[in-house]
């Protein structure tokens, strides 16, 4: 088999559809199911399909998104403070704050004390929490779970989603309707204001059609999940990778002025995922957020789930590290190892295990980490990330992020530069996909306004 850097596409091809590869595994497989997703749809694929940098976007729209995220950040901002910082006029700050009141998306609260502007009363302006409610489902093979949130992240209703791929592909959203109807009905949500369904799973986006290219759980792959849900509920839907949500949900953490900056996030389960986000948005492409996986590492010859060898996959995953402790490396191509041989379960164990003073386990992680972080220098010389983000559950062993500092630093030191901060992130996939689905619906796409009055 051609090496990985010189025919990246043997691994992720879009053509033929379907096609098995050599190693008869079913990781990646390409899938382009027009006639599938056409059917499902009646022909109607791109009837919704999302404003994606905010083109179709009006300006009103973009203003009140800015307006909403600085109240959303500054608890009981008055109205000059959002004037001054959101870049508005008074009168289009007092025009879009009142209709925002009006619709019950913000509360006014006690009058506070501006002395920037004396002698003007001044009203604190908040999120009203349950002024609007919004659905997510995250879809990984660590965590399934569908949740109900109001606009200030407060999770309203949640329920687990580990059975759904029990189901046929067929019955999949259908099933996931009906459980996300029955959280809305006991939580007491009017339809009306319900802005919209997140959904993230691990892989590679279709952002066009909506649906998961390739993807680490196999009945999801070219299900198109967006037009789907959209006709299931009539709410707009938006699909995003695991990568992209943990970046985006960390950068609500960040304060406003580090929204302008450059964040590579890598996160780390059974398989490894990258992602970019610039100023608070995600650089969007179709890639696989997987790729970064499949750095070929020099001297590394355990075979990978693509079929070659020596990818960082095979080094630095949770799939590795649970290998490794097994003593069982599997060569063979008939038995391409895979995610698949473990349950996520035992690698949660495994972490807690080394979070408990293990110190075998610890240099185990530690080992791994070390070998990230010397191929990080590669991907953030290319990229000069102001910000590393370690994100998912295998860097909450800190020997494994202290091994990617490591790893890192001596890479950097031959340059005499100073590697980039990095930081570890302790939000789950769940809480990535409420949080980023609560950044979507607020902030970035446009409310139903006239819908939400009428609610
Ligand atoms: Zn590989």
Not at 13 to 20: E, M, R, Y
Not at 259 to 274: E, F
């Amino acid at each position: 088999m051609a090496a990985m850097s010189e025919r990246p596409e043997a691994v992720f091809s879009k053509s033929p559809a379907n096609q098995p590869s050599e190693t008869g595994d079913s990781i990646y497989p390409a899938v382009n199911n027009i006639t599938y997703l056409k059917k499902q749809t009646n022909g109607n694929m791109n009837a919704t399909a999302p404003t994606h940098s905010g083109h179709l976007r009006t300006i009103r729209d973009h203003n009140r998104g800015s307006i909403l995220r600085c109240i959303d950040s500054n608890p009981s901002i008055s109205r000059s403070e959002i004037t001054s910082r959101v870049g508005l006029t008074d009168a289009a700050v007092s025009r879009i704050t009142r209709e925002l009141i009006d619709a019950g998306l913000v509360n006014e609260g006690e009058e506070i004390i501006d002395n920037t502007r004396p002698g003007r009363r001044q009203v604190g302006l908040s999120i009203n929490p349950d002024g609007a409610f919004i659905l997510s489902a995250c879809l990984t093979l660590f965590e399934k779970r569908l949740s109900l949130i109001n606009i200030a992240g407060d999770v309203v209703a949640k329920t687990d989603l580990s059975d759904l791929t029990k189901f046929s592909s067929d019955a999949i959203v259908g099933e996931l309707g009906k459980r996300a109807r029955t959280l809305i009905a006991n939580a007491r949500v009017p339809k009306a204001r319900l802005l919209g369904f997140g959904v993230v799973a691990a892989g590679s986006i279709d952002h066009g059609l909506g649906l998961l290219k390739a993807g680490s759980i196999e009945k999801l792959i070219g299900l198109p999940l967006r037009p789907l849900i959209e006709n299931e509920f009539k709410i707009p839907v938006r699909l995003e990778n695991v990568g992209h949500a943990l970046n985006v949900a960390e950068s609500r953490n960040n304060p406003a002025a580090e929204r302008r900056s450059t964040v590579l996030l890598v996160h780390i389960a059974m398989g490894l995922g990258a992602s970019l986000v610039i100023d608070g948005r995600p650089h969007r492409s179709d890639q696989d957020e997987r790729m970064i996986g499949h750095i070929l590492v020099p001297g590394a010859s355990d075979p990978c789930l693509c079929g070659a060898r020596g990818c960082l996959n095979t080094l630095v995953s949770g799939f590795a590290i649970l290998n490794r402790l097994s003593g069982s490396v599997i060569t063979t191509r008939s038995s391409a190892p895979s995610a698949a041989h473990y349950d996520p379960r035992a690698l949660s164990k495994t972490i807690a295990r080394a979070n408990k003073e293990e110190r075998a386990l610890q240099a185990l992680f530690h080992e791994a980490g070390l070998v990230l972080g010397q191929n990080l220098f590669a991907v953030s010389a290319a990229v000069s990330p102001d910000q590393i983000m370690l994100a998912g559950p295998v860097p909450q062993v800190a020997s494994f992020a202290s091994g990617v500092m490591h790893g890192m630093s001596v890479n950097y030191g031959r340059t005499r530069l100073r590697p980039p901060p990095l930081h570890v992130s302790h939000i789950d996939y769940a809480r990535a996909t409420e949080l980023f689905a609560l950044d979507e619906f607020l902030f970035n796409l446009p409310l139903r306004m006239k819908q939400i009055l009428a609610g």
